[in-house]
């Protein structure tokens, strides 16, 4: 049990367009999903906290209007990245944690986005 | 914040060593810490975690360690094979907080044969 998924695992997309990241518990309900960037060679990043049927909660520095984040259900959030740039190119993974909240936070595999 | 350091950053050991790998953290009032392992364009797989009322925890080849005075805890990888090679993440977390994982910086790990 406890799969995270996410949709698409890879993507290429002109400047200037949005692009939608999926990420879904498969197994169990998430009151809680995480979303984080990574670049090469680099850590995990947290960009935002996504709570189901409340507004995320961004880490200081990462815009909420270029990033937005859903989470409206207990096994869905997404991560929309608007008007996108190259340098927005990096590795976004997202995580769940189960409910009720434990400490353990299960990691999706990850997305590709690639902004030419 | 949380702000968590991570040592070294790459690290090279012939097969059948040991790995170890040192971070430290600055908020006392975490109390999780798990450690990843990721490789190459993977998730981040949990292999071990310890909570703050634990001084050490053991699962077959990998062992952790947690100092709470210091706030240093340890990776330590007995027997490496070649298939331990990969980038591995501690990470600290106060569980009262919002439950937010802060990262070090990795160890890229290669074991040679």
């Known amino acids: 049990g406890a799969v995270v998924s996410q949709h698409p695992s890879w993507v290429i997309c002109k400047s200037g367009t949005s692009v939608k990241i999926e990420c879904r518990s498969l197994?169990?309900?998430?009151?809680?999903m995480f979303w984080y960037r990574q670049f090469p060679k680099q850590s995990l990043m947290l960009m935002a906290t996504s709570n189901e049927g409340s507004k995320a909660t961004y880490e200081q520095g990462v815009e909420k209007d270029k990033f937005l984040i859903n989470h409206a259900s207990l096994t869905l959030s997404t991560l929309t990245v608007t008007s996108a740039h190259p340098e927005d190119s990096s590795f976004y993974i997202c995580s769940a944690r189960r409910a009720p909240a434990t400490d353990t936070q299960y990691f999706g595999p990850g997305t590709r986005l690639t902004v030419l | 914040g949380e702000n968590v350091e991570q040592h070294p950053s790459t690290l090279s050991v012939q097969e059948g060593d040991s790995a170890v790998i040192k971070c430290t953290y600055s908020d006392s009032a975490s109390n999780y810490f798990p450690w990843y392992k990721q490789e190459l364009g993977k998730r981040p797989q949990l292999i071990i975690d310890i909570r703050s009322n634990v001084g050490e925890k053991k699962d077959q080849r990998i062992a952790v360690t947690l100092n709470k005075t210091a706030k240093h805890f340890s990776l330590h990888i007995t027997e490496t094979q070649p298939e331990d090679s990969a980038v591995y993440f501690c990470?600290?977390?106060?569980?009262?907080?919002?439950?937010?994982?802060?990262f070090g910086t990795g160890t890229q790990l290669k074991v040679e044969l």
């Open positions: 197994d169990f309900q998430a009151t809680t």
């Open positions: 990470a600290a977390v106060f569980t009262g907080g919002g439950n937010k994982l802060t």
